[in-house]
T-cell receptor
Framework: AQTVTQSQPEMSVQEAETVTLSCTYD???????LFWYKQPPSRQMILVIR??????QNATENRFSVNFQKAAKSFSLKISDSQLGDAAMYFC??????????????FGKGITLSVRP | EAQVTQNPRYLITVTGKKLTVTCSQN?????MSWYRQDPGLGLRQIYY???????DKGDVPEGYKVSRKEKRNFPLILESPSPNQTSLYFC???????????????FGEGSRLTVL
């Protein structure tokens, strides 16, 4: 079974600085997706960034980028120029591409990011 | 607008009183799923459905039922709720399995359920 580990329960960053959130995962599959979801106080699950495992290039979405290390099974999220609105819980998630009927999203336990003004 | 709609958003009920949380999506997705979110545990899958009349258990199905009579709807049923089912519930949908164009799961806004 796939597992996703987010070992840091909380992190804090100064506004305008850069922060990196860590995530590791375990799988025997070769094709899969990795995601970072943001959950602000509104509780909505918002997709931040997506990475396809077959792509070697790291995904980037504006101030958000990932460092995807497939061999190491590591998928960290870097937030540049942190803003107050980035304060939220962040979940790392895995989804297999060919896992049969239930290609469920497997989540880490989440990390709470606070942004200091 | 593409969306997943859950109702109710908030509910306080008592032990043993049957309740249903509705979920509807307007994206013609085959795959739908229910998750519960608890502090320190992340999100865990309760049930999923690959298509109409095709449902199966996820990781934490005990105490829940689902049905998929129409493609767009996937209600979550708690026949006899207990306090350990107090949680935040999310419905999600996507194109078939993980083989869609993005693999992304689209989430509803969540339903906060409290069982006294």
């Amino acid at each position: 079974a796939q597992t996703v580990t987010q070992s840091q329960p909380e992190m804090s960053v100064q506004e305008a600085e850069t922060v990196t959130l860590s995530c590791t995962y375990d799988t025997s599959e070769s094709d899969y997706y990795l995601f970072w979801y943001k959950q602000p106080p509104s509780r909505q699950m918002i997709l931040v960034i997506r990475q396809e495992a077959y792509k070697q290039q790291n995904a980037t979405e504006n101030r958000f980028s990932v460092n995807f290390q497939k061999a190491a099974k590591s998928f960290s999220l870097k937030i540049s120029d942190s803003q107050l609105g980035d304060a939220a819980m962040y979940f790392c998630a895995y989804r297999g591409l060919y896992t049969g009927a239930n290609s469920k999203l497997t989540f880490g336990k989440g990390i709470t990011l606070s942004v200091r003004p | 607008e593409a969306q997943v709609t859950q109702n109710p958003r908030y509910l306080i009920t008592v032990t043993g009183k049957k309740l249903t949380v509705t979920c509807s999506q307007n994206m013609n997705h085959e795959y739908m799923s229910w998750y519960r979110q608890d502090p320190g545990l992340g999100l865990r899958q309760i049930y999923y459905s690959m298509n109409v009349e095709v449902t199966d258990k996820g990781d934490v199905p005990e105490g829940y039922k689902v049905s998929r009579k129409e493609k767009r709807n996937f209600p979550l049923i708690l026949e006899s709720p207990s306090p350990n089912q107090t949680s935040l519930y999310f419905c999600a949908s996507s194109s078939r399995g993980g083989q869609g164009p993005t693999g992304e799961l689209f989430f509803g806004e969540g339903s906060r359920l409290t069982v006294l």
